[in-house]
């Protein structure tokens, strides 16, 4: 079965320090992964994806994620966190092969506070 | 502007009254989708249709039914609510061919059923 896990509800950093947001997934075959993220009252926004290619790829606002395929993950990084980016963060992997094809599929979101 | 429109923003409502959540896109996307948002459990998706009368039941469809009759809407209809389809819902839509595109959302439905 396809599934999308984010290890940790909450990740809480200081202003100025780096950050990261952790996502593994089990799917069957090459998926596309993405990273959104929600701010209070507001629908989801895409950050950033990977496809193919280089393992890292870089997003909007400064993110960045590492594709590891041994490792099933793409965690989420920003090297010097801001205050603004607390928010609710998604990973979503979609499958493009078999049954399911064409369906994302939601880890369950990490909160990120970042304080000042 | 490019985007996914949902309406109403926030709806109360009472158990077995009937309603429908409305979704149009502007982007000319083939595939439409609907999930609910809750705390704990991450987005699941309800339905979602890749062109005009095609769609297809996600995770948790039970007590829900759509429409795409029109490339743009895609309502989703509750005949018959319940306490437990309290939630936070939202629409979404891309490009299907494209797997790579990512979606765009509206900005949510938040519906209490009493």
């Known amino acids: 079965a396809q599934s999308v896990a984010q290890p940790e509800d909450q990740v809480n950093v200081a202003e100025g320090n780096p950050l990261t947001v952790k996502c593994t997934y089990s799917v069957s075959g090459n998926p596309y992964l993405f990273w959104y993220v929600q701010y209070p009252n507001r629908g989801l926004q895409f950050l950033l994806k990977?496809?193919?290619?280089?393992?890292l790829v870089k997003g909007s606002y400064g993110f960045e994620a590492e594709f590891n395929k041994s490792q099933t993950s793409f965690h989420l990084k920003k090297p010097s966190a801001l205050v603004s980016d607390s928010a609710l963060y998604f990973c979503?992997?979609?499958?493009?092969?078999?049954?399911?094809?064409?369906?994302?599929?939601f880890g369950r979101g990490t909160q990120l506070t970042v304080w000042p | 502007e490019a985007q996914v429109t949902q309406n109403p923003r926030y709806l109360i409502t009472v158990t077995g009254k009937k309603l429908t959540v409305t979704c149009s896109q502007n982007?000319?996307?083939?595939?439409m989708s609907w999930y609910r948002q809750d705390p704990g459990l991450g987005l699941r998706q309800i339905y979602y249709?890749?062109?005009?009368?095609?769609?297809d039941k996600g995770d948790v469809p039970e007590g829900y039914k759509v429409s795409r009759k029109e490339k743009r809407n895609f309502p989703l209809i509750l005949e018959s609510p319940s306490p437990n389809q309290t939630s936070l819902y939202f629409c979404?839509?891309?490009?299907?061919?494209?797997?790579?595109?990512?979606?765009?959302f509206g900005n949510g439905t938040r519906l209490t059923v009493t």
């Open positions: 990977y496809i193919t290619g280089d393992n």
């Open positions: 982007m000319n996307h083939e595939y």
């Open positions: 979404a839509s891309s490009p299907p061919l494209s797997y790579n595109s990512p979606l765009h």
């Open positions: 979503a992997v979609r499958d493009i092969g078999g049954s399911t094809l064409g369906r994302l599929y």
């Open positions: 249709s890749m062109n005009v009368e095609v769609t």
